[in-house]
């Protein structure tokens, strides 16, 4: 099946700082996704992205399908920015594949 | 709208009792999904369906039954519970295959002792 890797696995910023998350995938997917987990444990869609870009307040995301990666940038930090973000591709809707995750904190 | 629950929201178990895990989504969504999400690491796929009367396995389905009797309800039922089975379980749904994005449930946490 396909994998799914994202780095950093940990990041802190302060209020107001950008960052770029990555998420590298090991085979061609048709479906590619980024979660946001909140501390909460709720589960939010940010971006559907098999390939191209899209853009949603502060947040955007790339997809390169041919270079098997995918970024989402978070410009302008909040601290309701925090919690864990999550890529997820599947080459099909029977295995999709989740990352381990990157585990945002931003500080005041 | 209530998009897609879950029942209930936690619950203890003993080693070797049962449970079913209810999933409802009331936006007549063709997939549905339950995933476990284990601390430090990201969700990994239990079981699927993909429309009312089918399942299939997913990448962690040993020790774990479903059933999708009615397209809006998705099942998950632990037979004989063991403690590496403490989780929090997350179900999802989407209305067509690739077309968009998953919609979750708000989780439900076991704990088996």
């Known amino acids: 099946g396909i994998q799914v890797e994202q780095s950093p696995p940990d990041l802190i910023l302060q209020e107001g700082a950008n960052s770029t998350l990555r998420c590298n995938f090991s085979?061609?997917?048709?479906?590619l996704q980024w979660f946001h987990q909140n501390p909460w444990g709720q589960l939010i869609n940010l971006f559907y992205?098999?390939?191209g870009t899209k853009q949603n307040g502060r947040l955007s995301a790339t997809t390169v399908a041919t270079e098997r990666y995918s970024l989402l940038y978070i410009s302008s930090s909040q601290t309701t920015d925090s919690g864990v973000y999550f890529c997820?591709?599947?080459?099909?809707?029977?295995?999709?594949?989740f990352g381990t995750g990157t585990k945002l904190q931003v500080i005041p | 709208n209530a998009g897609v629950t879950q029942t209930p929201k936690f619950r203890v178990l003993k080693t070797g009792q049962s449970m079913t895990l209810l999933c409802a989504q009331d936006?007549?969504?063709?997939?549905m999904y339950w995933y476990r999400q284990d601390p430090g690491m990201g969700l990994r796929l239990i079981h699927y369906?993909?429309?009312?009367?089918?399942?299939a396995k997913g990448e962690v389905p040993d020790g774990y039954n479903v059933s999708r009797l009615k397209k809006q309800n998705f099942l998950l039922g632990l037979e004989s519970a063991a403690p590496s089975q403490t989780s929090v379980y997350f179900c999802?749904?989407?209305?067509?295959?690739?077309?968009?994005?998953?919609?979750f449930g708000p989780g439900t946490r076991l704990l088996v002792l």
């Open positions: 997820a591709a599947s080459g099909g809707y029977q295995k999709v594949t």
């Open positions: 085979d061609s997917v048709n479906n």
């Open positions: 992205i098999p390939s």
């Open positions: 936006m007549n969504h063709e997939y």
């Open positions: 369906s993909v429309g009312e009367g089918t399942t």
């Open positions: 999802a749904s989407i209305r067509e295959r690739d077309q968009e994005t998953q919609y």
